[in-house]
T-cell receptor
Framework: AQRVTQPEKLLSVFKGAPVELKCNYS??????LFWYVQYSRQRLQLLLR??SRESIKGFTADLNKGETSFHLKKPFAQEEDSAMYYC???????????FGTGTRLTIIP | NAGVTQTPKFQVLKTGQSMTLQCAQD?????MSWYRQDPGMGLRLIHY???????DQGEVPNGYNVSRSTTEDFPLRLLSAAPSQTSVYFC????????????FGQGTRLTVV
């Protein structure tokens, strides 16, 4: 069974400091990994997907198959980054998403 | 292009009542799904559909029914509401053949008293 683990429920970081949100997964096939973000009282929206290998809002994430990780990083946190972040896994050829439990990121001014 | 639209945004039910959460998308997406979001548990899949006339159960289907008579609509029915169904419900859609990401509705906050 596939599983996504986000070990930190809450993470507080000072503005301007680096941010790293951890995500580990267990899956035997060829997964596709995503980061979704949910700002206060808004819908989930895609932040990153590993196949696109792009930086969005200064965030990057690299898929490490050896460590089965997909950590989300940003070098300098901004106040508008405060939100709930979900890591999610999808099998290629199957649309079902498996989500982690989420990390609530708070940026301290 | 409205994307994924859910109604209502908020609902309070009494235990035992039934209701239908509506979800519609205008992107011609074949795949639609319902999730519930609970604190500390992330999003859990309730039911999903790979196309009109085809539905299947997800991780937490008990107490919920779905149908998919059209590509656009995927309603979620609560048969007899229970306090354990108090949650925020999200509908999502995607298009497998284009390998799109999942697009989410704005959510329905349901309270069962």
């Amino acid at each position: 069974a596939q599983r996504v683990t986000q070990p930190e429920k809450l993470l507080s970081v000072f503005k301007g400091a680096p941010v790293e949100l951890k995500c580990n997964y267990s899956y035997s096939g060829s997964p596709e990994l995503f980061w979704y973000v949910q700002y206060s009282r808004q819908r989930l929206q895609l932040l990153l997907r590993h196949i696109s290998r792009e930086s969005i809002k200064g965030f990057t994430a690299d898929l490490n198959k050896g460590e089965t990780s997909f950590h989300l990083k940003k070098p300098f946190a901004q106040e508008e980054d405060s939100a709930m972040y979900y890591c999610a896994l999808r099998d290629f050829g199957n649309e079902k998403l498996t989500f982690g439990t989420g990390t609530r990121l708070t940026i301290i001014p | 292009n409205a994307g994924v639209t859910q109604t209502p945004k908020f609902q309070v039910l009494k235990t035992g009542q039934s209701m239908t959460l509506q979800c519609a998308q205008d992107m011609n997406h074949e795949y639609m799904s319902w999730y519930r979001q609970d604190p500390g548990m992330g999003l859990r899949l309730i039911h999903y559909s790979v196309g009109a006339g085809i539905t299947d159960q997800g991780e937490v289907p008990n107490g919920y029914n779905v149908s998919r008579s059209t590509t656009e609509d995927f309603p979620l029915r609560l048969l007899s509401a229970a306090p354990s169904q108090t949650s925020v419900y999200f509908c999502a859609s995607s298009r497998p053949e284009l390998n799109t990401e999942a697009f989410f509705g704005q959510g329905t906050r349901l309270t069962v008293v």
